[in-house]
């Protein structure tokens, strides 16, 4: 069985394999993102449509330690997708965590492209190329015992990607989507903060994140229509279990608050 196959059976069954990097200590990240791509053929020949790229490992600070001189990214689905913009207060979106092994939760910035990116695109080329922005939760998941795993591991893993949910949409200037650089939030779990986190825990701003990806080997093309969800803004993931709520509470209006229950 090869490593695409364990992989995509994992994620159905809900058990661990051995990390590739474990296998073959040669496992490079290219091997990662080719393992990646039969998983997503395989995966979206039973089906599931793709609705855009995760970013991952975006915190810098880990960048020497992994071996990594950039973020990396994989598939979102629209199987994967839950939609928090009509959810109330007293009745927010939920998301079935008992479908992971070991979900994680993050806070992010969320953006939708009205016009295609391709690889080298620059900065000023990302800011004029978003429809929209919102503040959403990803969650992530590892079939890799104890989230031990490398990049090309996690690359390889669906990205690591387990579901993504969307908060009110905002339509914003460029000028307002590069000031997101330094929006602050605060991130709630059962109504107790649990950390607070910035734009710039990624890679020194959401739009960054994304420049930096297409900047990259093994940068994707980016059709118009693309979500993107451009990393954790507080600098990692965090466990998540059910019944919990989340809530991000942003520290500026541009974009609107989003909660989410786990079930």
């Not at 990116?117 to 000023?124: E, F, I, K, Q, S």
């Given at each position: 069985m090869s490593i695409a196959d364990e992989l995509i059976?994992?994620?159905r069954q809900r058990t661990y394999v051995t990390a590739p990097t474990?296998?073959?200590r040669a496992f490079t990240l290219a091997d990662g993102y080719a393992v990646a791509e039969e998983v997503a053929k395989r995966w979206q020949d039973a089906g599931h449509r793709r609705a855009g790229i995760k970013i991952?490992?975006?915190n810098e600070a880990v960048w020497e330690r992994v071996g990594i001189t950039a973020p990396v990214w994989g598939p979102i689905y629209r199987d994967n997708l839950i939609d928090a913009t009509t959810a109330t207060e007293s009745n927010p979106a939920s998301f079935p965590v008992t479908s992971c092994v070991a979900p994680r939760i993050e806070a992010e910035v969320i953006v939708e492209l009205?016009?295609?990116?391709?690889?080298?695109?620059?900065?000023?080329?990302v800011a004029t190329s978003i429809g929209w922005a919102a503040l959403g939760f990803e969650f992530v998941d590892c079939h890799y015992e104890n989230w031990v795993l490398q990049p090309p591991d996690l690359v390889a893993d669906f990205g690591a990607h387990a579901g993504l949910v969307i908060g009110p949409p905002a339509v914003l200037t460029p000028a307002e989507l590069l000031a997101l650089d330094t929006f602050p939030i605060e991130l709630h779990a059962d109504g107790s903060?649990?950390?607070?986190?910035?734009g710039d825990r990624v890679v020194g701003g959401p739009l960054r994140a994304i420049a930096a990806v297409l900047a990259a080997p093994h940068a994707p093309v980016l059709p118009a229509g693309t979500l993107i969800s451009t990393g954790a803004l507080t600098g990692g993931a965090h466990p998540v279990v059910a019944p919990q709520r989340w809530d991000i509470a942003p520290g500026r209006r541009q974009l609107a608050a989003v909660s989410v229950r786990t079930v």
């Open positions: 059976d994992a994620r474990q296998r073959e991952g490992l975006t009205s016009t295609e990116l391709g690889p080298g695109a620059g900065l000023d080329t903060v649990t950390c607070s986190g910035s």
